[in-house]
């Protein structure tokens, strides 16, 4: 499985954009990666997922250079209640036989 | 339809006793994961169920640990002793697939052990 390492914590302002970058050295070249949001008292929802160059969808952005050996959330002007812990993850093949692991995560405190 | 539903969604229990933790997947999911997290930390894995395979227990923290899934649905895990350590938020998730399909994650057991 494909070790991820992402800051612990970001301090942002209301109406930024904020970019998390996750680092993933050995991801395989079956492997996805996949950022989850985990909101206090509750469990991680998906965010986005995408194998290489942009993905974008209505709460987000994940840009993956064409090494893949990283990936970078975006989050377009951020809200205080976009608080949250954002977890990467890479690790799972298209097989769909495998798991996938989540790590420490990075706490996004946005302030007013 | 329903999403993931876990019971009971707080238990509380003396040290030494066995506890059972229930987690009711998304219908025609066929994989199911639980995982542990402690207060102010990441999600821990603990055990992993896809389709009829036989599971993947290396998340398991010890022997007093173990987890079962019936007709491919219902999952249940028991600690038995459980320890003051053991006193975290059991999560369970399930997806149509493993792999990198998405995890549709519980509301979780918040499980105290006195």
């Known amino acids: 499985l494909a070790k991820t390492t992402q800051p612990i914590s970001m301090d942002s302002y209301e109406g930024q954009e904020v970019n998390i970058t996750c680092s993933h050295n050995?991801?395989?070249?079956?492997?996805?990666i996949t950022w989850y949001q985990q909101f206090p008292s509750q469990g991680p929802r998906f965010i986005i997922q995408?194998?290489?160059t942009k993905v974008t969808n209505e709460v987000a952005s994940l840009f993956i250079p064409a090494d893949r050996k990283s990936s970078t959330l975006s989050l377009p002007r951020v809200s205080l209640s976009d608080t949250a812990v954002y977890y990467c993850?890479?690790?799972?093949?298209?097989?769909?036989?495998?798991?996938?692991?989540f790590g420490q995560g990075t706490t996004l405190q946005v302030k007013p | 339809g329903a999403g993931v539903s876990q019971s009971p969604s707080n238990k509380v229990t003396e040290k030494g006793k066995d506890v059972e933790l229930r987690c009711d997947p998304i219908?025609?999911?066929?994989?199911l994961y639980w995982y542990r997290q402690s207060l102010g930390q990441g999600l821990e894995f603990l055990i992993y169920?896809?389709?009829?395979?036989?599971?993947?227990k290396s998340g398991l923290p010890s022997d007093r640990f173990s987890a079962e899934r019936t007709g491919g649905s219902v999952s249940t895990l028991t600690i038995q002793r459980t320890q003051q350590e053991d006193s975290a938020v059991y999560l369970c998730?399930?997806?149509?697939?493993?792999?990198?399909?998405?995890?549709?994650f519980g509301p979780g057991t918040r499980l105290t052990v006195t």
């Open positions: 998730a399930s997806s149509f697939a493993g792999g990198a399909y998405e995890q549709y």
């Open positions: 050995n991801i395989a070249t079956n492997d996805y």
């Open positions: 995408g194998y290489k």
């Open positions: 993850l890479v690790g799972a093949d298209s097989s769909n036989t495998g798991k996938l692991i």
């Open positions: 219908s025609g999911h066929t994989a």
């Open positions: 169920f896809q389709g009829n395979s036989a599971p993947d």
